[in-house]
């Protein structure tokens, strides 16, 4: 899908209450997964994406606007610390697409990943939550390390 088609996709869903996962699943954790991921981090994860069978929840919101109330998620030797606000799509998630202060990497949830916190939201359609990673391991995405010269 194109980010038009992903526009496109949003608007006919913006028009009505459309509680699904489509910001995170089908178009940031793709778009992660595609510019970033390893071939079998691609192959793993993009076809349940593309079949709706797989959601991705989306821990961006340090990196995109900035820490806030001591929110910030670490790597360390391929293991996730800190903690993350305003994760979309949280409660259903598969897997989590996570932005660090280096790389983006790709978490597991509970039991083996953070422990999830759910945060109360003016928008009552979808789970908005909080992780806290307490050296949790994780899968950098890969190309994102190559191509900027980050160590995982």
């Not at 595609?34 to 709706?52: N, R």
């Not at 606007?65 to 409660?91: H, I, P, W, Y």
């Not at 989590?96 to 109360?120: C, D, K, M, N, Y």
Request: positive net charge.
């Amino acid at each position: 899908m194109s980010l038009l088609d992903c526009a496109l996709a949003a608007e006919m869903l913006g028009r009505s209450v459309a509680p699904v996962p489509f910001a995170g699943s089908s178009v940031m954790a793709p778009i992660a997964l595609m510019g970033s991921g390893s071939q079998a981090q691609k192959q793993k994860y993009l076809p349940g994406l593309a079949a709706g069978k797989t959601i991705a929840g989306i821990a961006v919101s340090e990196s995109a606007s900035g820490a806030r109330e001591k929110s910030q998620v670490s790597a360390r030797n391929g293991k996730l610390s800190g903690r993350s606000l305003f994760v979309v799509d949280f409660a259903a998630a598969d897997f989590f697409v996570v932005a660090t202060s280096s790389p983006i990497f790709i978490s597991s949830t509970p039991p083996q990943g953070p422990r999830e916190i759910l945060l109360t939201s003016i928008d009552a359609t979808r789970a908005i939550g909080e992780l806290i990673f307490e050296n949790v391991g994780a899968e950098p995405l890969v190309e994102a390390i190559r191509r900027r010269h980050w160590s995982a």
